[in-house]
């Protein structure tokens, strides 16, 4: 039997707050983290809103020594890996370092610091440069940082791969510790706005607000017009099952299944998008081994792109045929909007904490039923419902589709 995996450390940071409590007390009660951007002068462009994180004191779970030459994305990750490392009361001394490993995903990482690095060579003479600036700009040195501070020296990995990351990264660990090669991973993902990140995605014309109209986060509704950029860090710690058994420790859920598409290109029908994301949903399922009627909750991508949501729509309602309509479905993005690479870890802790409180919460800013997506929405207020099996789904506009299959935790198969 191959090993089983299992969710026992949850860590947030997040545009809602810092910290599991703050941010699933948050969504419960239908608050956003979506307001006027303060770090980015964006007073020539349309697009004003964006999920920031505020108020995050990194000291508190790094110290103080050398956070000044740390970006504001490793600050996040260090400090949800702390959280969750806490939360899973797990050691922090170099007793586990050899079993510990980290895998974490970024679509682009410490992009800006990346930029404006090679803007000063550019500009300046290399042999006047600090050597501290180059210490941060790698797409790895933020999960470099964590794996260093924390004493781990298994396996450390950095996965890119768009909007996907963190799934991605989740995925990938559950299977190194089925392969034995860890017994504990901190899993997850970290992005920050920058405005690099923004002008990528207003140029693209993917941002709310850009045609003129409401610029808000609003999946699955009629009125939606594209997606509010975000960032945060979410982090998993993913253990090896009678690893967690054996020091008592507190479980969350287990992962169980995972499948991956990709579309091969941007000039796909939506039929062809549709069957890819479908596909994806179904090799989740069976690699877990639950089946389709057994899924009590949908976690869905929906960002409120205009194609993106209607695909992924489709899709449900394809797989799950005339369930489809019964499913309970949410989307956090209307809470915290779309933070990318790491949307996958922040909708797993959400399932993981729908699991673990029987509650769902409901999507925000929802008015204006689109019927081309008869779908179960959960719109008015959360959902009280035991999950025994939730879906999560994570997709991109450039053709990738990765999906999880989350259960509670039941000592028998």
Same mark, same amino acid.
């Given at each position: 039997?191959?090993?089983?995996?299992?969710?026992?450390?949850?860590?947030?940071?997040?545009?809602?707050?810092?910290?599991?409590?703050?941010?699933?007390?948050?969504?419960?009660?239908?608050?956003?983290?979506?307001?006027?951007?303060?770090?980015?002068?964006?007073?020539?462009?349309?697009?004003?809103?964006?999920? !920031?994180?505020?108020?995050?004191?990194?000291?508190?779970?790094?110290?103080?020594? *050398? @956070?000044?030459?740390?970006?504001? #994305? /490793? =600050?996040?990750?260090?400090?949800?890996?702390?959280?969750?490392?806490?939360?899973?009361?797990?050691?922090?001394?170099?007793?586990?370092?050899?079993?510990?490993?980290?895998?974490?995903?970024?679509?682009?990482?410490?992009?800006?610091?990346?930029?404006?690095?090679?803007?000063?060579?550019?500009?300046?003479?290399?042999?006047?440069?600090?050597?501290?600036?180059?210490?941060?700009?790698?797409?790895?040195?933020?999960?470099?940082?964590?794996?260093?501070?924390?004493?781990?020296?298994?396996?450390?990995?950095?996965?890119?791969?768009?909007?996907?990351?963190?799934?991605?990264?989740?995925?990938?660990?559950?299977?190194?510790?089925?392969?034995?090669?860890?017994?504990?991973?901190?899993?997850?993902?970290? !992005?920050?706005?920058?405005?690099?990140?923004?002008?990528?995605?207003?140029?693209? *014309? @993917?941002?709310?607000?850009?045609? #003129? /109209? =409401?610029?808000?986060?609003?999946?699955?509704?009629?009125?939606?017009?594209?997606?509010?950029?975000?960032?945060?860090?979410?982090?998993?710690?993913?253990?090896?099952?009678?690893?967690?058994?054996?020091?008592?420790?507190?479980?969350?859920?287990?992962?169980?299944?995972?499948?991956?598409?990709?579309?091969?290109?941007?000039?796909?029908?939506?039929?062809?998008?549709?069957?890819?994301?479908?596909?994806?949903?179904?090799?989740?399922?069976?690699?877990?081994?639950?089946?389709?009627?057994?899924?009590?909750?949908?976690?869905?991508?929906?960002?409120?792109?205009?194609?993106?949501?209607?695909?992924?729509?489709?899709?449900?309602?394809?797989?799950?045929?005339?369930?489809?309509?019964?499913?309970?479905?949410?989307?956090?993005?209307?809470?915290?909007?779309?933070?990318?690479?790491?949307? *996958?870890?922040?909708?797993?802790?959400?399932? /993981?904490?729908?699991?673990?409180?029987?509650?769902?919460?409901?999507?925000?800013?929802?008015?204006?039923?689109?019927?081309?997506?008869?779908?179960?929405?959960?719109?008015?207020?959360?959902?009280?419902?035991?999950?025994?099996?939730?879906?999560?789904?994570?997709?991109?506009?450039?053709?990738?589709?990765?999906?999880?299959?989350?259960?509670?935790?039941?000592?028998?198969?």
């Amino acid at each position: 039997m191959k090993k089983r995996v299992v969710v026992t450390g949850l860590g947030v940071v997040s545009p809602l707050g810092g910290g599991k409590e703050a941010f699933w007390n948050n969504l419960i009660a239908g608050r956003s983290g979506i307001a006027p951007m303060s770090s980015l002068d964006l007073s020539p462009y349309k697009c004003k809103l964006g999920g !920031e994180v505020r108020d995050l004191k990194p000291e508190i779970y790094l110290g103080s020594k *050398g @956070l000044k030459y740390l970006n504001k #994305g /490793t =600050r996040f990750l260090g400090s949800a890996a702390k959280m969750a490392l806490d939360d899973a009361k797990l050691p922090q001394d170099g007793s586990l370092a050899d079993q510990m490993g980290i895998v974490i995903g970024s679509s682009l990482g410490n992009f800006s610091e990346t930029t404006d690095y090679f803007y000063e060579i550019i500009r300046n003479n290399p042999s006047e440069l600090s050597p501290m600036l180059s210490y941060d700009v790698a797409l790895n040195s933020s999960i470099n940082y964590v794996s260093v501070i924390f004493k781990m020296k298994g396996l450390a990995r950095t996965i890119s791969a768009g909007f996907t990351s963190s799934t991605d990264a989740i995925a990938d660990a559950s299977k190194m510790i089925q392969r034995d090669m860890a017994k504990v991973i901190v899993a997850g993902g970290v !992005e920050q706005i920058s405005i690099d990140l923004y002008l990528i995605y207003y140029l693209r *014309g @993917l941002l709310s607000g850009i045609d #003129g /109209t =409401r610029e808000a986060s609003l999946p699955f509704d009629k009125a939606r017009n594209g997606f509010v950029m975000s960032e945060g860090s979410y982090v998993v710690i993913l253990e090896e099952l009678q690893h967690a058994l054996d020091r008592g420790a507190y479980i969350y859920a287990e992962v169980k299944g995972f499948g991956n598409t990709f579309v091969g290109g941007k000039n796909h029908s939506a039929e062809i998008r549709v069957r890819r994301a479908e596909r994806a949903m179904h090799d989740a399922l069976e690699e877990s081994g639950v089946k389709r009627e057994d899924i009590d909750f949908i976690s869905a991508n929906a960002s409120g792109c205009k194609m993106q949501d209607v695909v992924e729509a489709k899709a449900i309602q394809s797989l799950f045929d005339v369930n489809s309509n019964q499913i309970p479905i949410s989307a956090i993005k209307s809470n915290i909007g779309e933070s990318y690479g790491t949307a *996958g870890a922040a909708q797993l802790i959400s399932s /993981t904490m729908s699991i673990n409180t029987a509650q769902i919460p409901h999507i925000i800013n929802h008015s204006n039923k689109d019927q081309e997506m008869n779908l179960n929405l959960i719109i008015e207020k959360p959902l009280k419902k035991e999950i025994q099996n939730a879906l999560i789904n994570t997709m991109d506009y450039d053709g990738n589709n990765s999906c999880l299959v989350v259960s509670k935790f039941s000592k028998s198969q």
